[in-house]
């Protein structure tokens, strides 16, 4: 493996994947997968829509029981999951929203220091549905924090914003991610995002990563910057995004018959 | 509901000479009238007055709306109508208390396991089906006429709303909630309690709506047969004595209980909910 920012190069892998197979009936979705992420990594996962990003996070998130396959997947104790719909559950407080299923005498404390730290102290009693899309947004980010997860998942987490909250959230994600230091794996379309998030890209397409850029544009970083412009080309590129239309690239050996 | 559109109407094509400019269509049926759901009530009232001050309502087909306000007076004086009253109100409550219990406990274990499902739900299904007053042939057979007897076909009345609204409650909650329970690991009385409890809240209260209509339903059945006691037992022995009023007093009573009852239930439906309505108010 090649030498990656922050000069981390012999940490042990906080996720291991190896040949991880995945299929919905008989189509092959995710085709013997292999991929590792560091302790403390910021990976971001694109993909065209379909190419079994979301299969792959469920696969690592422990929700994927009912789908066929094989493979290793070695992943931390502590996993916490970010969904696209922030998924508060509409019958209980903000507060206890984000302490659910926390024990022990701190929770209360933990989850108040959690809703300050993404913005939304003196929110605690507030009815999720009180709440603008951005904010219900922050509140599941403060409830997958505040069980100082080692390994952060998140499923196109800001699919549904605007693209101003977008903004916002991206600052406060990156902010959020260098204090608490979790292996993260980010979901998203959008190759600015990911460009902007990530210490990592990789791109998911027939069912193993073919692509792989490590960003090393400078921070704060801003899509004016030329190396910015040439890693989204090359991304764009790797997603088959080249301005003439063509044909998705299928799973290998998809169809038999 | 089409003589309110009716009006609407009217009121609508008028518009146009006072401001031309606000006038829209409304499909709807238009602004609440004050003090509307009074009005229809008040109306009968008065009908039933005016007849019985004519002389056109006989005495005997239905007493003067004096005469029930009077014999009200005298059951309350004599104590009959309180002791009637308390009598009833015990066996709706305690039918109630009962049902919602059963109805509640069975729709959590069918609900929650599919082997509960496999095993209760069919039953209640098929009681369901049979009407519940065709049981009480069975019932008297078995426990007497007693207050046993009473409290078990209101219990075994009411516990079918509860079980049908809290199961599909149960049912309906929403899988992707069950996946977030999973992964911040929720513990099965955590999940419970947190998730499945107050997910199928909606259709328990609902359940509840309908329970207590059937509980004050299945009162007046069990009330007329056999009974030395209750608001039905007050009716059914003025009715062997002709007396009108008493049987007036009554229907008011139970219609009084039925629309507390509810009352009560859309209140606590109200305050549970409130989540629900937040961004409606
Ligand atoms: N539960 C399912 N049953 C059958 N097919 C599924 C299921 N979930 C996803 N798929 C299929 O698997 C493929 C990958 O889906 P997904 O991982 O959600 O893609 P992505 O998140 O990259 O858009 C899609 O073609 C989708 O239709
Ligand atoms: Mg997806």
């Not at chain 1, 997860?149 to 987490?157: G, N, V």
């Not at chain 1, 910057?225 to 991304?235: G, Q, S, Y």
């Not at chain 2, 146009?16 to 609440?32: D, E, M, N, V, W």
């Not at chain 2, 009108?244 to 219609?255: A, C, R």
């Amino acid at each position: 493996m090649a030498t990656h920012p922050g000069g981390l190069t012999t940490v042990a892998p906080a996720v291991r994947i190896a040949e991880l197979t995945r299929s919905y009936d008989d189509r092959t979705i995710l085709d013997s997968l292999d991929l590792e992420i560091r302790a403390g990594e910021f990976v971001a996962l694109l993909g065209q829509s379909g190419s079994g990003k979301s299969t792959l996070l469920r696969a690592l998130a422990g929700l994927d029981g009912e789908v066929a396959g094989t493979g290793l997947i070695d992943v931390p104790g502590a996993v916490s999951v970010v969904f696209q719909d922030s998924r508060l559950l509409p019958w209980l407080r903000v507060h206890d929203n984000v302490i659910l299923g926390l024990t022990g005498p701190g929770a209360a404390e933990q989850g108040r220091e959690s809703l300050a730290e993404v913005g939304l102290a003196g929110r605690e009693r507030a009815w999720p549905n009180q709440l603008s899309g951005g904010e219900q947004q922050r509140v599941a980010l403060a409830r997958s924090l505040v069980r100082e997860p080692e390994l952060l998942l998140a499923d196109e987490p800001f699919g549904a914003l605007d693209a101003l909250t977008r903004i916002r959230m991206h600052a406060l994600l990156r902010s959020l991610c260098d204090r608490h230091r979790p292996a993260v794996l980010l979901v998203t379309h959008d190759v600015d995002e990911a460009i902007v998030l990530a210490d990592r890209v990789l791109v998911l397409d027939g069912g193993r990563i073919a692509a792989e850029q490590l960003i090393d544009v400078d921070t704060p970083r801003n899509s004016a910057d030329p190396r910015f412009a040439e890693i989204r080309a090359h991304l764009l590129g790797a997603l088959g995004v080249t301005g003439e239309p063509r044909e998705p690239r299928e799973p290998r050996e998809r169809s038999r018959d | 509901m089409v003589a309110t559109v009716g009006t609407r109407t009217d009121s609508t094509s008028s518009a146009p000479a006072r401001s031309s400019l606000r006038t829209r269509r409304r499909l709807g049926p238009g602004r609440p009238i004050r003090f509307g759901p009074t009005i229809g009530p008040l109306l009968l009232l008065t009908v039933w007055t005016a007849g019985s001050a004519t002389g056109l309502l006989d005495e005997r087909v239905l007493s003067a709306p004096w005469t029930v306000v009077t014999t009200t007076g005298e059951l309350i004086e004599s104590g009959r109508l309180q002791a009637n009253l308390l009598t009833s109100v015990q066996r709706v409550a305690l039918g109630l208390g009962f049902g919602v219990v059963l109805g509640t406990a069975l729709a959590l274990v069918s609900g929650l396991s599919r082997w509960g499902e496999a095993v209760i739900d069919g039953p209640v299904q098929i009681k369901r089906a049979i009407p519940a007053l065709a049981l009480m042939p069975l019932l008297i057979l078995w426990l007497g006429i007693g207050e046993v007897m009473k409290v078990s076909t209101i219990t075994l009345g009411v516990f079918v709303p509860i079980y049908i609204h809290t199961h599909n409650g149960l049912r309906g909650i929403d899988s992707r909630y069950v996946e977030l329970a999973e992964t911040v690991r929720l513990s099965r009385r955590a999940f419970i309690r947190r998730v499945v409890l107050p997910g199928a809240l909606p259709g328990f209260l609902l359940g509840m709506r309908f329970a207590v209509t059937t509980g004050w339903l299945f009162l007046v059945v069990v009330e007329q047969i056999n009974s030395t006691s209750g608001i039905g037992y007050m009716m059914e022995l003025a009715r062997t004595y002709g007396q009108t009023d008493i049987i007036i007093v009554g229907l008011v009573l139970y219609g009084l209980l039925g629309l507390l009852s509810d009352g009560a239930v859309r209140l606590i439906e109200r305050r549970a909910l409130s989540w629900r309505r937040t961004l409606a108010d």
